[in-house]
């Protein structure tokens, strides 16, 4: 039987680091990508850090019969679906995009696997379907809602797949809650590489501690929290990625689905994280409070327990080291994967 996986979206921030460690767990990656957020120069580090050229073709997957002939050719024995959009501003702004492209996407994906007779996928969700979450450390048994079209994909792709379990009991999948990823591989060689303004905290930070951006905004000092500013559970995206290889592992060794939370278990601050940035830097990072930002909930932090047990997997890096590993990034990218590939 072949050990290949599919990875979709493999070219953006989270499937490029997963890419490496499926590779060093020792399977072999059939990654696709339209770049709709993400650059072709990343096979080039890619191929770098593999050592081999990367198995990739360029294809939308919400294109299902192209989908299905590249399954046809190169078969697969499980999927990780990343291929998403995934600003959550953006999609207020245009929902259908949003439905479109991450509804359709996750359809076409079950449809061109099944088509192939394979019947295992891990799915890319997020904690932002807790909504505002009433009690602390979350647990994957609790209450979920959405407040944007970006959440909604989210929640209905883990009831897409339900109903698919449902019909078809042979269907295998991991719903995959990822609390928020930051940090890059050691290497500097890869990291996130957001166009425009950064969405989220830790690359306006790199951008402010690199001088491409002035200062930080932050929103709002007064939640009811130790420091007063937002509390997040920050995960390292390598660490994500071994939770990835994790959840595949389970899905291969035995029948069965699952839900469960990728996080630390551990939230900081905004003004933690903007500490931590400084000295892994040695940079200022200057930055001013103004008011709240509608949407945005006070705390939200894992209870990792379900992960360890199911998958035997958790967290190994800090703060301190998510922020080093991002600076290096940072710093020898200052223009992200349009700068000279380090040496
Ligand atoms: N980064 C986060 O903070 C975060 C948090 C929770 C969940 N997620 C989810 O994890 C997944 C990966 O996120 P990421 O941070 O790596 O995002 P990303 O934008 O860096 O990567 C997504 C990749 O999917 C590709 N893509 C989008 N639509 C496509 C399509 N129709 N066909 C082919 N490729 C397509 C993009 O070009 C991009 O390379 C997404 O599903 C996202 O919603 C991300």
Same mark, same amino acid.
């Given at each position: 039987m072949t050990n290949r996986i599919l990875l979709t979206g493999a070219t953006g921030y989270i499937g490029t680091h997963t890419w490496l460690a499926l590779h060093e767990a020792g399977f072999e990656v059939l990654?696709? +990508?339209?770049? *709709?957020?993400?650059?072709?120069?990343?096979?080039?580090? !890619?191929?770098?850090?593999?050592?081999?050229?990367p198995q990739f073709e360029q294809l939308d997957v919400t294109d299902t019969p192209a989908l299905t002939a590249l399954l046809?050719?190169?078969?697969v024995q499980a999927a990780?679906?990343?291929?998403?959009?995934?600003a959550v501003g953006e999609s207020t702004q245009q929902p259908l995009a949003y439905y479109r492209n991450n509804l359709s996407g996750l359809v076409s994906v079950c449809e061109a696997l099944r088509a192939t007779d394979c019947r295992r996928l891990v799915f890319s969700s997020s904690a932002t379907v807790y909504g505002d979450p009433a009690t602390l450390p979350i647990r994957e048994d609790a209450p979920t809602s959405s407040t944007n079209p970006y959440g909604a994909?989210?929640?209905?792709?883990?009831?897409?797949?339900? +109903?698919?379990? *449902?019909?078809?009991p042979a269907w295998q999948?991991?719903? !995959?809650?990822?609390?928020?990823?930051?940090?890059a591989h050691a290497s500097g060689l890869i990291g996130e590489d957001p166009r425009g303004t950064p969405n989220n905290l830790m690359p306006y930070v790199a951008q402010v501690a690199v001088g491409r951006r002035d200062r930080l905004q932050v929103f709002g000092n007064d939640y009811p929290t130790p420091d007063g500013t937002g509390v997040r559970d920050y995960i390292h995206v390598v660490d994500l990625a071994e939770g990835h290889v994790a959840a595949l592992r389970r899905l291969l060794a035995q029948a069965g689905s699952f839900t469960v939370n990728l996080g630390t278990g551990q939230g900081y601050s905004v003004l933690d994280l903007v500490r931590?940035?400084?000295?892994?830097?040695?940079?200022?990072v200057p930055h001013e409070i103004v008011p709240r930002r509608p949407g945005d909930v006070a705390a939200c932090y894992a209870d990792p327990q379900r992960a360890a047990e199911l998958l035997g997997w958790q967290a190994q890096h800090g703060l301190a080291?998510?922020?080093?590993?991002?600076?290096?990034?940072?710093?020898?990218?200052?223009?992200?994967?349009?700068?000279?590939m380090p040496s």
């Open positions: 990654g696709v +990508d339209n770049f *709709a957020n993400s650059s072709p120069r990343v096979l080039d580090r !890619l191929a770098h850090l593999l050592g081999q050229r046809q050719q190169r078969p990780v679906h990343f291929a998403a959009f995934k994909t989210k929640l209905i792709g883990e009831q897409i797949l339900r +109903d698919l379990g *449902a019909a078809d999948t991991g719903c !995959l809650r990822y609390f928020n990823p930051v940090g931590a940035y400084e000295t892994a830097s040695g940079r200022a080291r998510m922020c080093e590993d991002s600076w290096r990034w940072q710093r020898l990218n200052p223009q992200g994967f349009d700068s000279p």
